[in-house]
């Protein structure tokens, strides 16, 4: 079970940092992502960070203002945004893939959490 927290509201180039914590014993065994989704528009991804956290990519929108970082002692995934947009605005969520690298599809994750909304003002 994954729990997304930390979203809210701030002005444009403003930082939040979303949570997304893990319940089991096996975190370190996913890969993690954070995809969003914007009001009207699909789901997309955002980045994804391998198991031991060694490895992160990054969709090219948030590249150079997003960082994602994970604590497996502490089963917690952390998106760190700096330099907020107003198209940054969306529901993030954090997902799990059942392998230790992570990918850019979301149909490749089996867990999701529920998903914490960021809006960014102009």
């Known amino acids: 079970q994954l729990q997304a927290s930390g979203g809210g509201l701030v002005q444009a180039g403003g930082s939040l940092r979303l949570s997304c914590a893990a319940s089991?014993?096996?975190?370190?065994?996913?890969?993690m992502g954070w995809f969003r989704q914007a009001p009207g528009k699909e789901r997309e991804f955002v980045g994804t960070?391998?198991?031991?956290?060694?490895?992160?990519y990054y969709a090219d929108s948030v590249k150079g203002r997003f960082t994602i970082s994970r604590d497996n002692a502490k089963n917690t995934m952390y998106l760190q945004m700096n330099s907020l947009k107003p198209e940054d605005t969306a529901v993030y969520y954090c997902?799990?893939?059942?392998?230790?690298?992570?990918?850019?599809?979301?149909?490749?994750?089996?867990?999701w959490g529920q998903g914490t909304q960021v809006t960014v003002s102009s």
């Open positions: 089991g014993r096996t975190f370190s065994n996913y890969a």
């Open positions: 997902a799990a893939r059942g392998r230790g690298y992570g990918s850019t599809k979301e149909d490749e994750y089996s867990h």
């Open positions: 960070i391998n198991w031991s956290g060694s490895s992160t």
